[in-house]
C-alpha cells in the first residue's frame, strides 16, 4: 500500500470544541476511504487555537516561531489537506482566515483540499460556498465539490432537513480519496518518469542514444 499524508487544520477555539470533532470525524472517513482504494494515510491535526499567539507574532514580524513553521510544513508537504472552522459574523473565523494569511500563497495550488465548517444553526451552512470555497479558489487549490456543514442539531442526533451528518462527512470523504486516488494514478502513468518505460535499473543514459553502458 502507498502511504500519504493528511494534514487537518482544525480552527476551533473551545477545548474540547465541536469544531475538533467534525475535523476527526473527516478525517478518520477520509482515512478509511482511502484505505479502500488500496492507499495507506497518516493525518497530522493541526489546532490553530494552540498557535494563536504564533500566528500573530508572525503576522507582526513576517518570521514563524518553531511551532508554527512545522504546522505549516506540514500542509506544505501533505497530499491532501481538511479544514475546518467555526463560522462567525456569517464567515470563517479570523483566526482561520489569519493562518491562511501567513502561508505562502503558492502553497496550495493543486493540492485536494475538503472544507468542513460548524455553526450553532443551519442558517449558516452556505458560508462554504460564498465565503470559505472562494478563499480556496483564490489559491488555487482543488477543493472537492462537497463541504461539510454541522449545526448543534446534528451532534443532538436530530439533525437538519438534509442528509445526516454523516452522510456528508462520507460523502466529503469519498471526494477527497478520489482526488488523492487520481494524483496518485496519475503520478504513477507520468510519461517522463523514467520508471515507466526504463524498467528497473536501467539507465536514463539510454533514452540519449546509449551514453550508458549496460
Not at 494515510?41 to 504564533?54: K, S, W
Not at 518553531?66 to 508537504?77: G, H, I, P
Not at 446534528?154 to 451528518?165: F, I, K, N, S, Y
Amino acid at each position: 500500500m502507498s502511504t500519504r499524508r493528511i494534514a487537518v487544520v482544525s480552527a476551533g477555539l473551545s477545548n474540547p470544541s465541536s469544531t475538533r470533532m467534525l475535523a476527526d470525524r473527516m478525517a478518520a472517513e477520509t482515512v478509511k476511504q482511502l484505505a479502500e482504494r488500496g492507499i495507506e494515510a497518516t493525518v497530522d491535526m493541526i489546532e490553530l487555537r494552540d498557535l494563536a499567539h504564533d500566528i500573530t507574532n508572525n503576522l507582526l514580524t513576517g518570521f514563524a516561531p518553531a511551532e508554527l513553521e512545522t504546522a505549516l510544513n506540514s500542509v506544505y508537504s501533505a497530499d491532501a489537506l481538511i479544514v475546518v472552522t467555526p463560522i462567525f459574523s456569517t464567515s470563517y473565523s479570523g483566526l482561520f482566515k489569519s493562518f491562511i494569511d501567513v502561508l505562502d500563497p503558492d502553497a496550495l495550488t493543486g493540492k485536494p483540499v475538503l472544507i468542513g465548517a460548524n455553526a450553532g444553526t443551519p442558517r449558516h451552512s452556505l458560508a462554504i460556498d460564498y465565503a470559505i470555497r472562494p478563499l480556496f479558489a483564490y489559491l488555487h487549490a482543488e477543493a472537492v465539490s462537497t463541504g461539510v456543514f454541522a449545526a448543534s442539531s446534528d451532534w443532538g442526533g436530530a439533525g437538519d432537513d438534509v442528509a445526516p451528518l454523516a452522510k456528508r462527512v462520507e460523502k466529503g470523504a469519498r471526494e477527497l480519496a478520489d482526488a488523492v486516488a487520481r494524483k496518485d494514478a496519475a503520478t504513477s502513468s507520468d510519461p517522463f518518469d523514467p520508471a515507466n518505460y526504463l524498467g528497473e535499473g536501467r539507465s536514463f543514459g539510454h533514452l540519449l542514444g546509449g551514453l550508458a553502458g549496460e
